[in-house]
């Protein structure tokens, strides 16, 4: 079940990550909202699709326990793109938090998504660095789950289209939608996790 629930986020990664790296190449594939993004912020735009693309992609192999163990080295070297990745994609978000639709609810809550997720992630790098490592993984679960939010967007998106809701009203309410279910989803998993009784040999 744990395997299954890997490859479906994996999957869901790859396409998403793979769409926002076709729209950095050819801006036109995407909606009107997207277009209008790229002619007004063009640089920021590039950086937040590519970065998040590489954080998506990257990301989905670091959480992957059995990878991290048998895979060492690659494990470290992915998770330098990672982080690269989340700091340009986390960056250029913050700044075209305030060029989104929505009005003031949906700028701060991508704004706080940018800075939740770039500052999740510098927390796991304070912790691995101390040797912390239990607490260097519990980060990176917090900071792929504001990762995965461009997963989750992507689904809200058309699911409010079809449930007839007006566009500015349902993309305001996505605009936290799309992260903080996420991360209150692992925090539920990390603290169920530290909860387990530790197994004694007998």
Same mark, same amino acid.
């Given at each position: 079940?744990?395997?299954?629930?890997?490859?479906?986020?994996?999957?869901?990664?790859?396409?998403?990550?793979?769409?926002?790296?076709?729209?950095?190449?050819?801006? &036109?594939?995407?909606?009107? =909202?997207?277009?209008? +993004? @790229?002619?007004?912020?063009?640089?920021?735009?590039?950086?937040? @699709?590519?970065?998040?693309? +590489?954080?998506?992609?990257?990301?989905?192999?670091?959480?992957? &326990?059995?990878?991290?163990?048998? /895979?060492?080295?690659?494990?470290?070297?992915?998770?330098?793109?990672?982080? !690269?990745?989340?700091?340009?994609?986390?960056?250029?978000?913050?700044?075209?938090? @305030?060029?989104?639709?929505?009005?003031?609810?949906?700028?701060? %809550? @991508?704004?706080?998504?940018?800075?939740?997720?770039?500052?999740?992630?510098?927390?796991?790098?304070?912790?691995?660095?101390?040797?912390?490592?239990?607490?260097?993984?519990?980060?990176?679960?917090?900071? /792929?789950? =504001?990762?995965?939010?461009?997963?989750?967007?992507?689904? /809200?998106?058309?699911? &409010?289209?079809?449930? %007839?809701?007006?566009?500015?009203? !349902? /993309?305001?309410?996505?605009?936290?939608?799309?992260?903080?279910?996420?991360?209150?989803?692992?925090?539920?998993?990390?603290? &169920?996790?530290?909860?387990q009784p530790v197994q004694?040999?007998?």
């Amino acid at each position: 079940m744990k395997q299954t629930g890997w490859v479906l986020m994996t999957v869901l990664a790859i396409g998403v990550a793979g769409y926002a790296i076709a729209l950095t190449l050819v801006p &036109s594939l995407g909606p009107g =909202l997207i277009q209008e +993004l @790229f002619e007004r912020t063009p640089l920021a735009a590039f950086a937040h @699709f590519i970065g998040g693309g +590489l954080a998506l992609l990257a990301g989905a192999f670091q959480v992957n &326990s059995r990878l991290r163990e048998r /895979y060492t080295r690659a494990h470290r070297w992915s998770g330098r793109v990672y982080v !690269a990745g989340v700091l340009a994609g986390g960056t250029a978000g913050f700044v075209l938090a @305030f060029n989104s639709m929505g009005g003031l609810s949906a700028h701060v %809550g @991508f704004g706080l998504l940018a800075l939740c997720w770039v500052g999740t992630t510098l927390n796991a790098i304070r912790h691995i660095r101390s040797g912390r490592i239990e607490a260097h993984r519990a980060w990176m679960l917090r900071s /792929y789950a =504001l990762t995965f939010a461009a997963v989750t967007l992507r689904f /809200y998106i058309p699911l &409010s289209q079809i449930a %007839g809701l007006p566009f500015i009203e !349902a /993309y305001t309410a996505i605009a936290w939608l799309c992260w903080v279910p996420n991360l209150l989803v692992v925090e539920w998993l990390i603290l &169920s996790r530290a909860t387990q009784p530790v197994q004694t040999a007998t």
